[in-house]
């Protein structure tokens, strides 16, 4: 008889999420734009309900001092982890 071996912690493509994070997908009101500065440290910038949400607020904010903007959510074991997402602060 043969058997198949599964990997139940194999790393899926989205990253600790449950789904694959797109341009629209609803982070359930739980996402958070960072501003990471180059130097170190970082600022919270906005609570946002999508990627797109935070590239538009992204667009709008000035900061002082270079750095880059990070967007975080709760992921499938209920932490806080990074979204594979790029926000470079460009209207779109």
């Known amino acids: 008889m ?18 694959e994070i797109g341009p629209n997908t609803d ?15 970082y600022t919270p910038v906005a609570a ?16 002082q001092v270079a750095g880059c903007f990070r967007l975080w959510a709760r ?4 932490k806080y982890i990074m979204v594979p997402v790029v926000i470079d602060g460009r209207r779109k």
């Open 2 to 19: 043969a058997t198949t071996s599964t990997k139940k912690n194999a790393r899926k493509p989205w990253h600790g999420f449950a789904i």
């Open 27 to 41: 982070l359930g009101g739980e996402g958070l734009l960072m501003y990471e500065y180059a130097s170190s440290g």
């Open 48 to 63: 946002v309900s999508t990627p797109n949400e935070a590239q538009e607020i992204a667009a709008s904010y000035k900061p």
């Open 75 to 78: 992921g499938i074991d209920g």
